[in-house]
């Protein structure tokens, strides 16, 4: 049986001094270590952003293509002649 879902997991990055959200980021497994560039802060008090809430997510497979569509008849020229 084939699901045409998988999981992932939404991590809430809150602000350490006021509690309000900063962002969410999306992680394949629980406890995937996050590796920001630059450090987020809140832009209400200036807070550093640490991890809050994880939330499972189901998204959907994206569809895969085997070959490329064929549209219409071949055209008569390309077609064999009838015997």
Do not use: N
């Not at 992932?8 to 560039?37: D, N, Q």
């Amino acid at each position: 049986m084939r699901s045409d879902y998988h999981f992932e997991y939404l991590v809430e990055l809150v602000c350490s001094l006021c509690a309000r959200p900063v962002t969410s980021v999306r992680a394949r497994t629980p406890g995937a270590r996050i590796i920001l560039l630059r450090p987020l802060c809140c832009a209400i008090c200036g807070g550093v952003a640490v991890q809050g809430d994880v939330t499972v997510v189901r998204v959907p497979l994206p569809i895969r293509r085997w070959a490329p569509l064929k549209r219409g008849r071949r055209p008569r020229r390309l077609q064999e002649p009838a015997a």
